[in-house]
């Protein structure tokens, strides 16, 4: 493994990027390793782009991952992922969410929302494409789309031997943590 | 107790501030130190906080406490050090009695912020000493030591942060609150009564404080230096010291400073002699290039490094070095993002009405109400700092009727803004008999920094109730006469434009408040009593849509105009304001098992 990876999670504000990076950084903590976790808040919750990045390994210092440096990029929406597209480092691993949230301009129609996102970057970059909105809409709560892309983050990691259970229920809003490992499950199995 | 949590900036200085015995702490919200207070108030079997009108009050009440006898905490943005300027610069005279610390977020890159400011140049004005934390680990243990060093050295003590350092987590030790004796009170008006024969002794006594500080900075342990290679040096503060470390990589020779005013010359000038090529490596400010300079020592600073915006690793190496990574490109863009008002927020109703009027100057203020300036709605011409709306537009209707321009003007606010300073500008409106319209956004919060108490929400930052401030019998005590104060459902265009239309006609002061909760806010008991809060949503009939595109210019973000133009039901709140704007019927409620279009 290299000294430091970085994982860069981007997604639409309000879409719940946080508290996945808090619960995987709370896993890299106990498994040891140096985390730094890197999160902008303010204006751009309003609707705004929104990212969280992680930097883990033997001793990380800069908490903020530079362009062609992220080895996983997780979007959590699909324009995000085109966005933050050149963060990626040549070599490393897309985790795509297949769903749309038109942005203002567009919403607007001065603007089209991009289309061929997916055809794109799976050409350029080795890509897991996630129905996690609609995987979790099945499990009952569209809201739990985070932990279901979680899921899919820790599998590229190769993570999954973990405790993720007990990391999760403490991470969680009490009376959703059966819930959350559930979509977990199910991120890491249709990653 | 050696547990480690990660733990973000703002909470880790909260935990330090708690362990070194804190008593008394206030602070106005503001991006990014807001959570400081919010994390100290976890702590209130411990401890007492409190959120201040402004920044101002918040420093004068920690001095308070200070004098009282205990250690006592003021935080803030960097723009809020501005504010609290006046009373910062002579208790730097006056010294402290308790511990004093003053926490200045600062924001490079400008991520919630109207500039970016480098607050390192306060500590040399106004001659205080300053820590600068790299991680939150330091954060905390910085905030203890700058008790100390405050109690020490009799001063009060500035730890700057940046957005970085505040929103960044990294690992850090919890530790136990170690109680601080509060140091008994007793009167002494040689030390704390700055007239000028007092701090004419004051000021002497300050220029020896500042030698010995000099000499304590040059042996302090968080200035340190680590020695690798010999041939590159880098001298670097705050988050700086990460991005260098990751550029100029282990071969470099790092002088790393926790202490930067007074700088540790000494040190500087050692470390210097140690290395070929000495790097000053800082975001903003050319701060400590500046002094390291002025004493004769050779580095290489702001002609490489940038002096504005953020600074990171790839920065240094594309500045410093020449390297440009290797990326991957897309050929498709992505559209962009910017932040919008809320589906349901109660201000789009104002700016509406705004963006319809002609000859309308609108002199804003600092709050998420600041997004109406982009369009469709483009309402607000402009934007300065805290409470600076309602002046502005004072001053600028004075000039427009003297010049004989037909411009009216408007000036918008939020009620939390307005208690931070917009009271006295209003008093200068109606003392100096001024014309124009001051719209007070009371939206029942304060909603930009994430739903702090305020003077005017009857609930205190630990959640006790309190006295509310009555925003319209202010208004009316300040000289605003009662037929000339509105009180409207900013949901309401027709009311919001009634009352408009009557406040331009008029050539004296006026104020409209709109009064509605913001729509993120978590309502009180009071809210739900007084509004009608229940959810709902509106649909757009097709057969009736004649795809004219009005309600696309509300700027509502849960309408969505393509082939046909429609509403995201999961967006919508039903606020009302996309079917009181079209013209031919076409938007109603939404039904269970209707069309839905």
Known sequence: MKDVTGILLVGVGGQGTILASKILSDGLLEKGFDVKMSEIHGMSQRGGSVSTQIRFGKKVYSPIIGKGEADIIVAFEKMEALRWFEYLRPGGRMVINDFEIPSVPILMGALKYPEGVLAELSAKAETSVCRASEIAAELGNAKAMNVVLLGALVSALGMEGMDWKSIISRNVKKGFEDMNVKAFGEGVKRA | ?597
């Open chain 2, 1 to 597: 107790m050696n547990e480690k949590r990660l733990l973000t900036g703002n909470e880790a200085v909260a935990l330090g501030a708690w362990e070194a015995g804190l008593l008394f702490a206030s602070a106005y919200p503001g991006t990014p130190s807001t959570e400081i207070l919010e994390n100290l108030a976890n702590y209130k079997e411990d401890l007492y906080c409190e959120w201040a009108p402004n920044e101002k009050v918040a420093f004068e009440a920690a001095i308070g406490a200070s004098l009282a006898g205990v250690r006592s905490l003021v935080a803030m943005k960097h723009v809020g050090v501005n504010v609290a300027a006046d009373p910062l610069f002579t208790f730097s005279y006056t010294g402290v009695n308790g511990g004093f610390v003053l926490i200045s977020a600062d924001d490079p890159g400008m991520h919630s912020s109207q500039n970016e400011q480098d607050n390192r140049n306060y500590a040399a004005a106004a001659r205080i000493p300053m820590l600068e934390p790299s991680d939150s680990a330091e954060a905390k243990e910085f905030v203890k030591l700058a008790f100390t060093i405050s109690e020490k050295f009799d001063c009060p003590v500035m730890l700057r942060l940046t957005t970085r350092v505040c929103h960044s987590k990294s690992i850090v030790t919890l530790g136990a609150r170690v109680p601080v004796p509060v140091i008994p009170y007793k009167r002494n008006i040689a030390k704390y009564v700055a007239t000028p024969a007092n701090a004419k002794l004051m000021r002497e006594r300050m220029e020896e404080r500042e030698k010995s500080l000099a000499v304590y900075s040059n042996g302090v342990s968080v200035n340190v230096a680590e020695y690798s290679g010999r041939k590159v040096g880098v001298v670097c503060a705050g988050v700086a010291y990460q991005y260098a470390r990751d550029a100029f990589g282990n071969d470099a020779s790092y002088l790393k400073l926790g202490m930067t005013y007074p700088m540790p010359i000494e040190l500087v000038r050692t470390f210097a002699s140690n290395v070929d090529t000495l790097y000053v490596v800082e975001e903003l400010d050319p701060y400590m290039e500046r002094m390291i300079k002025a004493a004769g020592i050779d580095c290489v600073g702001k002609e490489r490094v940038p002096a504005t915006g953020e600074l990171d690793a790839d920065i240094l190496r594309k500045s410093v070095f020449g390297l440009v990574p290797n990326t991957l490109r897309a050929d498709t863009a992505a559209a962009p993002r910017p932040p919008s008002l809320c589906a349901g927020c109660p201000h789009t109703g104002i700016f509406y009405v705004l963006s319809k009027k002609k000859n309308v100057m609108v002199t804003g203020d600092i709050g998420c109400y600041t997004l109406a300036s982009a369009p469709p709605l483009s309402a607000i011409d402009s934007c300065f700092c805290m409470g600076g709306g309602i002046s502005a537009g004072h001053g600028a209707a004075a000039a427009f009727s003297r010049a004989g321009s037909p411009q009216k003007v408007v000036a918008v606010i939020g009620d939390s803004t307005f208690f931070h300073s917009g009271v006295t500008s209003l008093m200068d409106a109606v003392y100096n008999k001024g014309s124009s319209v001051s719209v007070i956004l009371d939206n029942r919060t304060t909603g930009m920094t994430g739903h702090q108490e305020n003077p005017g929400t009857g609930f205190t930052l630990m959640g006790e109730e309190t006295a509310e401030v009555d925003i319209p019998a202010l208004c009316k005590a300040l000289g605003v006469k009662g037929q000339n104060i509105y009180i409207v459902d900013p949901l309401i265009l027709a009311e919001v434009d009634a009352a408009l239309e009557d406040a331009l006609a008029k050539d004296e002061p006026t104020v409209i408040i709109a009064r509605r909760p913001c729509v993120l806010k978590k309502f009180s008991a009071a809210d739900k009593s007084e509004f009608d809060l229940s959810p709902r949503s509106l649909v757009i009939d097709g057969s009736m849509c004649v795809k004219c595109g009005v309600c696309v210019k509300t700027g509502c973000p849960a309408i969505r105009s393509a082939e046909t133009v429609s509403i995201d039901k999961a967006v919508c709140t039903g606020c009302g304001i996309c079917g009181q704007v079209c013209m031919f019927g076409a938007i109603g409620p939404y039904a269970e098992g209707g069309d839905g279009a």
